[in-house]
């Protein structure tokens, strides 16, 4: 009876042997005889045919995988001379330009990531570097040397994923960075200066739009200023006008009620006003003769003084 319970231990083992658990960061793909008959494992506690019937595949989906197009990374490490060739690309107008480019991708189907090609690896970078061709042919020089790199970037982007697609390798684009971007050494003096003069250019447009800003809110708030000050002596003209309009209503009123009256009250205020302004001149005319005031000089008085 032991010997028999033996095969029966080995069979719980081996069945036992079939719980497998993924991480949050991983999927998994089974395999029952070669055929794949789970595609997509989430992550979590399973079961499945111990080994040898199945097999496990586990994919990382989460983690980035890089790329590179325009350069070998291992003559960085090894510090060997990169071959030109392998960044040059033709612009639309003709210049040769160099480029190193790095892209990242995610697995988003982990059954057609393993099984649909032998290297995704190559296929991303194949991909990526003919949609980087297509991109810098279609730009002219100038603008892939300035302002034309996120445009770029995006035209990339876009291009190699539709390329990918087709293949339905199970692969998606994260992003796509142009880490250098540089003309050939023969003429880079040149693209230096042209690079420069852009800068410069760009550096007085935004000094002029600094001083506009600063200048235009002022100009604003002094017409601002102005036009209440106008407005304001608008008003005070119109109300003074009014008031002494109506004014001169009332004394008309009155003037047409009593006119001897009104015309006497005018004239002793007009008076009262004035004559305190005057100035006042004591005579005496008890001797009766005339007084001499001086005010117009006899022509033959004027001839004699000259």
């Known amino acids: 009876m032991r010997n028999g319970r033996w095969p029966l231990i080995l069979a719980g083992l081996w069945l036992l042997s079939g719980f497998y658990s993924l991480r949050p960061d991983e999927q998994g793909v089974v395999r029952l005889f070669g055929k794949v008959v789970e595609e997509y494992v989430p992550p979590g506690l399973h079961w499945r045919w111990p080994w040898p019937c199945t097999r496990l595949d586990r994919v990382k989906v989460r983690e980035r995988k890089r790329v590179v197009v325009g350069f070998d990374p291992a003559d960085r490490i090894t ?76 035209e ?27 003309p050939p050494s023969e003429v880079r003096e040149a693209f230096a200066s042209v ?10 447009i935004n000094e002029a739009q ?5 200048v235009i809110p002022k100009a604003r708030g002094e017409a601002e200023r102005l036009l209440r000050e106008a407005e304001a002596y608008r008003d005070e003209v119109v109300q003074r006008a009014q008031g002494d309009a109506q004014r001169f209503l009332s004394l008309y ?14 004239y002793l205020e007009a008076m009262e006003t004035l004559l305190p302004r005057l100035r006042k001149v004591m005579v005496d005319t008890g001797r009766g003769q005339p007084v001499e005031l001086g005010i117009v000089k006899e022509p033959l008085a004027v001839a004699r003084q000259e």
């Open 156 to 182: 990339v982007l876009q291009h190699a994923q539709e390329l990918l697609n087709k293949h339905d390798v199970g692969v998606q684009l994260a992003s796509v960075n142009l880490q250098n971007v540089y």
């Open 253 to 266: 009123e009155e003037y047409r009620k009593a006119r001897d009256l009104t015309t006497t009250r005018l």
């Open 79 to 154: 510090g060997r001379q990169p071959s030109p060739l392998l960044s040059q690309f033709l612009t639309g107008d003709q210049n040769l330009i160099h480029i190193e480019m790095s892209v990242y991708f995610t697995v988003r189907e982990p059954a057609k990531y393993l099984f649909r090609a032998k290297d995704i690896t190559t296929l991303v970078q194949m991909a990526a570097e003919q949609a980087l061709t297509q991109a810098v042919a279609g730009s002219p020089v100038d603008d892939v040397l300035t302002e034309g790199r996120l445009r770029l970037q995006a």
């Open 195 to 204: 690079v420069n003069a852009r800068e410069d250019r760009q550096r007085l």
């Open 210 to 214: 600094a001083y506009a800003n600063e």
